[in-house]
């Protein structure tokens, strides 16, 4: 028996010479040297037989890849989807769920829920070797050279983050995989990618109103300033005795900077107190508000 090896599917002059001769009955560590493709060949003398050959081999460890990274819009997190309930049996008889039409209880996407203040992450890795992998999460601010470490050794592909525990700024994620789970600690590989800039923006726009209401007849007017010092305005809406909140565009006709003013026509149909409230939200879901009393 002896043994030949390259990383060529077919044999060509970049392949090694034949190996000498493997004369153990009971097998040989193969002495070709490490390649993608291994060819064996045997030499019959008188009447000898070959009725089995078996190759045993460890492929070459390849890093994992962080393919994507996605950043969900604010106020929107991740929490993991319930597990699927699994016939007994089938989990019992140690055969791949899969086989039954079950998908993947590893691979199950994570349910999307309202959480005020969250910023998610979801990413997508690669490994070619089909192993297991743990997930690092670092951040840092634009303005910053090093990153810092958020979470560590997570096995889903998901993080949902509470915005408010970090200051508001600009912001670079940095994901980390690993296949740890499935390596020696001496064959270990990672792979990373960093994302777009993020920007967290935990402050809510500044509501002012600008004067009292004037008042005509059976109608008063009243205007508001709304600043935002983080992102831009995007939507703002009023509401009179705390009733519907009805949408109202600004003066120039568009909520989409950082200052804009509104101004108001209510109509005032019976005598009394009417209390008119302005809320303004920004890009990032934040709201401020205020309210200005109207008397007729």
């Not at 044999?11 to 193969?30: C, F, K, L, M």
């Not at 959480?115 to 992450?121: C, D, E, M, P, S």
């Not at 149909?269 to 008119?276: D, Q, R, S, T």
Request: proline share 6%; no cysteine; charged share 20%.
């Amino acid at each position: 028996m002896q043994t030949r090896s390259g990383n060529t599917e077919k044999p060509d002059e970049t392949w090694s010479d034949w190996s000498a001769n493997y004369t153990d009955p009971q097998g040989a560590q193969i002495a070709s040297p490490k390649a993608k493709f291994l060819q064996w060949r045997a030499v019959f003398k008188g009447s000898a037989t070959l009725n089995e050959v078996n190759v045993t081999y460890l492929s070459r460890n390849i890093a994992p890849e962080i393919l994507s990274i996605q950043i969900l819009p604010t106020n929107v997190g991740l929490l993991a989807s319930p597990p699927i309930q699994i016939d007994p049996n089938i989990e019992n008889s140690g055969i791949d769920p899969t086989f039954f039409g079950l998908p993947p209880t590893f691979n199950l996407p994570p349910r999307r829920v309202y959480q005020n203040g969250a910023r998610a992450l979801q990413w997508t890795a690669e490994d070619r070797n089909g192993d297991k992998l743990l997930y690092d999460v670092y951040f840092r601010e634009t303005g910053e050279s090093d990153f810092k470490l958020l979470r560590e050794n997570l096995r889903e592909n998901f993080l949902t983050i509470d915005g408010s525990a970090l200051t508001g700024g600009r912001y670079i994620f940095k994901i980390a995989a690993k296949d740890s789970p499935s390596n020696p600690a001496a064959q270990t590989l990672s792979g990373e990618l960093t994302s777009e800039p993020v920007d967290i923006d935990n402050a809510a726009p500044t509501v002012s109103a600008v004067g009292a209401a004037q008042v005509t007849g059976g109608k008063a007017r009243v205007s508001f300033e709304a600043i935002d010092a983080s992102s831009y305005l995007q939507k703002a809406e009023y509401s009179i005795n705390g009733g519907e909140w009805q949408e109202v565009y600004a003066d120039d006709g568009i909520s989409d900077g950082q200052k804009e003013r509104y101004t108001l026509e209510i109509s005032l149909n019976n005598a009394g107190e009417y209390l008119i409230t302005l809320r303004v939200f920004d890009a990032n879901g934040n709201v401020g508000n205020a309210r200005v009393l109207a008397r007729k």
